[in-house]
Each structure stands twice: as structure tokens, then as C-alpha cells.
T-cell receptor, first 109, second 117 residues
Framework: ELKVEQNPLFLSMQEGKNYTIYCNYSTTSDRLYWYRQDPGKSLESLFVLLSNGAVKQEGRLMASLDTKARLSTLHITAAVHDLSATYFCAAFTGNQFYFGTGTSLTVIP | GAVVSQHPSWVICKSGTSVKIECRSLDFQATTMFWYRQFPKQSLMLMATSNEGSKATYEQGVEKDKFLINHASLTLSTLTVTSAHPEDSSFYIC?????????????FGDGTRLSIL
């Protein structure tokens, strides 16, 4: 079974700082997704990464995928309070999502 | 874009009652739907895969007699938590498989917060 690990689990960062969340998966995956979840809410799709070397950017978030290393990263640039949420990566293979453990991000003014 | 509607969004009920949660795909046909459970500050755990017109496939450790799944049409799947107890309190999220969705293979509902007193 495909296993997906994220780190860190908890992240507290100051506004304006940069940081990276890491997502490792154990076996080959068709695609890699990043989601955001606000408290009490469902998942909001952020990025889908389809191939090795894929890089996607939206605002202060940038996601990348290295299929050889089985690693995806979500980089946060100049964090702002609105980015506080829980972020999940998910590997999709065999018609099923395998979710990471999640990273709870708190941006401090 | 594709939309999945989940109802109710929030339910509180007494221990021992049964609760039904609906998941509808509004603008596409979903032959396959998925039910997830999420405990506070934890990740989503797949409970079962629901296939239209056939029995659901349950993940290991999920009681099929406790969590009844019915997928009677191409746009509706229901999850019934039977004889619910406080330990069943959780956030339940459904998703619908969109075979036409090239980049987004699944669309998630808004979730149902279930609280058993």
C-alpha cells in the first residue's frame, strides 16, 4: 500500500518568512495533489502535479514534484496570515487517493 | 466546474440513533464515490468505495454493518451510521469519481460534522 508522509506536522511561522513543506510517498504514483483545509471545512484543491519536474505556482504558494525521489514540496513565500490552514498532499494511483498526514500551518503576525 | 453536494453539513443526535448522510454529484455522473472519515487534527482515512449498482468495498477495520452504504443511482450515494455512538463522532467527507476529469479525478463534498451525544 502506498504511504504518504508529510513534514513538518505543525508549522508556526512569522509573516513575511519563507518555508517548505515536504511530502514523501513510498511507491510510484500517477499524480500528486496538494489541498488546503480550513477548520471545519472540506478540501480545497490547490495544485495537481502530473509529471516529473512539474512546478505549479499560485500566489505565494509553489508546488513541485520529483518522481524519482518520490518527493513533492509546497513552498510558501512571504507568508501572510490568510495562509493559516492545514495542507495535505495526496498521491493518486489505482483510482484512489492516499493522503499525507497533513501540515497545520499557523502564520503569526 | 464539477460540484459534489453533501447533506447534512452538521448533525447532532443521541447515542443509539441512526444517521444518514447523502452525497450527490450535481453535474456529472459518478459511478464511483468514496467515503472518508477525519478525526480532529488527523488526515482523511478512506472508509469505503461505493460503486453504483453493486456492493461497497470497505477498507480494513471499517465495519460494514455499522456503516451502510447505498449507491442506487449515478448521482447519489448515502452513508448510514447505524446505532451511532460517541466514538463515531467525526467529520465525514464524500468524493465522487469524475472519469471525465483529466486533472481532477475526484471532487470532494463539503463534509458532514457528526456529533453523537
Amino acid at each position: 500500500e502506498l504511504k504518504v508522509e508529510q513534514n513538518p506536522l505543525f508549522l508556526s511561522m512569522q509573516e513575511g518568512k519563507n518555508y517548505t513543506i515536504y511530502c514523501n510517498y513510498s511507491t510510484t504514483s500517477d499524480r500528486l495533489y496538494w489541498y488546503r483545509q480550513d477548520p471545519g471545512k472540506s478540501l480545497e484543491s490547490l495544485f495537481v502535479l502530473l509529471s516529473n519536474g512539474a512546478v505549479k505556482q499560485e500566489g505565494r504558494l509553489m508546488a513541485s514534484l520529483d518522481t524519482k525521489a518520490r518527493l513533492s514540496t509546497l513552498h510558501i513565500t512571504a507568508a501572510v496570515h490568510d495562509l493559516s490552514a492545514t495542507y495535505f498532499c495526496a498521491a493518486f494511483t489505482g483510482n484512489q487517493f492516499y493522503f499525507g498526514t497533513g501540515t497545520s500551518l499557523t502564520v503569526i503576525p | 466546474g464539477a460540484v459534489v453536494s453533501q447533506h447534512p453539513s452538521w448533525v447532532i443526535c443521541k447515542s443509539g440513533t441512526s444517521v444518514k448522510i447523502e452525497c450527490r454529484s450535481l453535474d456529472f455522473q459518478a459511478t464511483t464515490m468514496f467515503w472518508y472519515r477525519q478525526f480532529p487534527k488527523q488526515s482523511l482515512m478512506l472508509m469505503a468505495t461505493s460503486n453504483e449498482g453493486s456492493k461497497a468495498t470497505y477498507e480494513q477495520g471499517v465495519e460494514k454493518d455499522k456503516f451502510l452504504i447505498n449507491h442506487a443511482s449515478l448521482t447519489l450515494s448515502t452513508l448510514t451510521v447505524t446505532s451511532a455512538h460517541p466514538e463515531d463522532s467525526s467529520f465525514y467527507i464524500c468524493s465522487a469519481r469524475d472519469f471525465q476529469g483529466r486533472s481532477q479525478p475526484q471532487h470532494f463534498g463539503d463534509g458532514t460534522r457528526l456529533s453523537i451525544l
